[in-house]
């Protein structure tokens, strides 16, 4: 494993925001019988609005090379970022800071509305939003990927085009399928096998917790 790769790794462990036990996740709002995961990723940080996590700003930037690796690594061509609110956003924030100025791209901004005690990723109001401007969408992670087509939708309801998709972690759960029958290019810096090998090989967890993981992302 890529050194970068191999810190932000070993970075998320130590940090435990990499958790065994049996998760609800949020397909379990539509699918509330599924099988209850065997781990958990809480990819989000401090003062994350909805959901606190255990990442500080420099881990951000950690994650930021990573990240920034991989598009550069996968020759994608962009004229803005957007963050899925609120996981993504201090992560196109940490990009912004460790990219040089002379990539020349912008940050694009979304929303989420409250209604009925369902949250909706939204085209935040009085934004500058650019007709056929070319909008790269970062988010934490993919499990299934309907909150990812929504924030896509919501770019693309401003006449803005969406074709590419980076995560840092790929739960190998559905979400690529998912987008690429939508029409859309999901790049992850990490599939959840190659976490869980890299744990593995380097003795973080032991060989029947792995494979108790890899058997619950085979049958489900």
């Not at 957007?82 to 929303?111: H, K, N, Q, T, W």
Request: net charge negative.
């Amino acid at each position: 494993m890529k050194n970068i790769y191999a810190d932000v790794a070993d970075m998320i462990f130590e940090r435990e925001a990499f958790k065994f036990g049996a998760f609800k996740l949020k397909l379990h709002e539509k699918n509330p019988d599924a099988p209850l995961s065997p781990f958990y990723l809480n990819l989000r940080t401090k003062n994350n609005p909805t959901n606190s996590g255990p990442l500080t700003e420099t881990d951000c930037e950690l994650i930021a090379f990573a990240m920034w690796d991989s598009v550069l690594a996968n020759n994608l061509s962009f004229q803005a970022i957007a963050g899925i609110p609120y996981a993504g956003d201090p992560i196109i924030m940490a990009i912004e800071r460790i990219v040089p100025e002379p990539m020349g791209f912008r940050i694009i901004r979304l929303s989420k509305e409250v209604t009925e005690d369902k949250r909706r990723i939204v085209p935040l109001p009085c934004f500058d939003y650019r007709k056929d401007e070319k909008v790269l969408v970062i988010d934490d992670l993919v499990t299934e990927a309907d909150s990812k087509i929504e924030a896509i939708k919501a770019i693309e309801s401003e006449g803005s085009i969406v074709k590419d998709l980076v995560v840092l972690v790929d739960r190998q759960q559905g979400g690529q399928d998912q987008l690429k029958k939508a029409g859309y290019n999901l790049i992850s810096c990490f599939t959840i096998r190659k976490l869980l090998q890299h744990y593995m090989v380097t003795g973080k967890i032991s060989g029947q917790k792995h494979l108790e993981c890899i058997n619950y992302i085979e049958n489900n």
